[in-house]
Every structure is written in C-alpha cells, then in structure tokens.
C-alpha cells in the first residue's frame, strides 16, 4: 500500500521531516505542483528533499498552466521533452495532465478577477458529448510510443526534442516542439551509419494561432494528422513545420 501526501499551497519541507513521514520510507508521495516546469519544481524539491535526508518520492499530478487551447500544447509539450531528455536523476515518478475532465464552459468571473478564463481541462464535457483539447492529443501522441530507452537527438535551437527507441528496437520516435516556421533536415543514424529502407511518418500537431482551441461544434478541429514522408529515406530529407506545433518523427525500421 502507498501513501500519498500532497504539498499544499504554503506546506514547507518540515511536513516531511517527521517521525510518520520518514517511517513512509519511497512510499511517501509528495505531489508537486507547478506552472508548467515539472523539471523546475523537480529540482527544487529534489534539494529540498535531500537536505533532510528524505527517501519520499515525487509526482507532478497538477500544473496550473490555466488555459485549455494551444498555448498549453507548447507548455505541455517542452515540458514533457525536458523532463525525458534532463540528464540528471530525479525521484520523479509520475507526471500527468492535470485538469484533465471538465464541464466546458468560461467563468468570466474568473477573467475579472484572476486575468484568466480557468478552462483548464484538457478534456471536456457536455451533456450530449465529450472531446479533447489540442494539450489532451500532446499526451496521446507521447504515450503511443513511449519506451524506457532514450535515445540522442541532435537539433537547432529553436527546437526542442527528445526521442526513444521501441523496446524491440524497430521503430525510432522523435518529438518536435517547433516554436516558429523551420524547415527540419532528418535522419536516424547508428554508428555513424544511416539505415537503408526506413519508412518515415509525421504526426503533426499544427493550429494558426496560440488561442485555437476545439469547439463543442467541430470537436477535433485542431487533431493530429499523419503524413508517410519516406519510404526509403536519406539524410537530406526535409520536412517543414509549422510555428508552434508538435510533431512526432516516426522511424519504422521493420519495412
């Protein structure tokens, strides 16, 4: 059995420097909660942990991030490849989309008072239908290929990225946050060498503007879309993408 303890709003590290706390050992979870930098809130409580010499554990289950259309899909996005791609080891055991059901509809109250609509949710619902947000398919498209092994991504700065292999090695997925217009040059290379025959696919994730979001009337408006870019792919392909979209680069080495 697992204990959960979840860090409140003004709650400091001596809430875990406690006889109960320590008994708890790896099983004491503090629920870290951020404003769109797990890796960030990672770290802080990371040290804070190991200034009292705490085993607890972490897990980010809400991140204020306050919007519902695709501003959260760039926050969710970088967000994600940080935290797969950060070099250092944090106990850091899960992280999800928080706000993730809700009633659709804006509180203008909430405007007035706090500068934001608060429609966090990156699924909503009405009586007669549910349908997801652009941030809910961010989620979607990392955990379609998600694999423990890690793998080396090498990109411009404008981008950020990560990638991993399939457990059994025949497909190679690169996630692709492009925050203005590029034109990307890929390729997958072991040893130096670039493989014959790969068939490639993109999943891209694409809207005209930060605040687009899905309608109650036309609920996949902003969806994912696949398009095969090669079937047998050099290193000189180029694909283009758009400002502020998230792609994923699927290698298929199993053609």
Not at 74 to 84: F, S, Y
Not at 155 to 184: H, M, Q
Not at 201 to 216: G, K
């Amino acid at each position: 059995m697992t204990a959960s303890l979840s860090s409140l709003t003004g709650c400091g590290v001596d809430a875990f420097d406690t006889d109960e706390a320590r008994g708890l050992g790896a099983q004491l979870y503090v629920d870290i909660h951020d404003g769109g930098s797990s890796l960030e809130a990672a770290e802080r409580w990371t040290t804070k942990l190991q200034s009292i010499n705490s085993s607890a554990r972490l897990v980010v289950w809400e991140t204020n991030t306050r919007k519902h259309d695709f501003s959260r899909v760039v926050v969710e996005a970088q967000d994600l490849n940080d935290l797969v791609t950060s070099a250092v080891h944090y106990p850091l055991d899960s992280r999800v989309e928080s706000f993730c059901m809700e009633k659709s509809g804006h509180d203008d109250g909430l405007w007035s008072k706090q500068h934001y609509l608060g429609d966090q949710g990156s699924v909503f619902f009405a009586p007669n239908s549910t349908w997801g947000q652009p941030p809910h398919y961010v989620h979607a498209m990392f955990a379609q290929h998600w694999s423990q092994k890690v793998l080396q991504v090498s990109a411009t700065p404008s981008l950020s990225v990560s990638g991993v292999l399939s457990e059994d090695s025949l497909r190679a997925a690169v996630r692709v946050l492009a925050k203005e217009d590029v034109n990307v040059t890929f390729g997958l290379q072991s040893g130096g060498v670039s493989p014959r025959g790969v068939r490639v696919t993109v999943t891209q994730l694409a809207a005209p503007t930060l605040a687009s979001d899905n309608p109650i009337w036309d609920p996949e408006r902003y969806s994912p879309e696949t398009v095969v870019v090669g079937a047998n792919h050099s290193s000189k392909d180029v694909h283009f993408l758009t400002a502020n979209s998230f792609s994923v680069f699927l290698f298929d080495l199993s053609s």
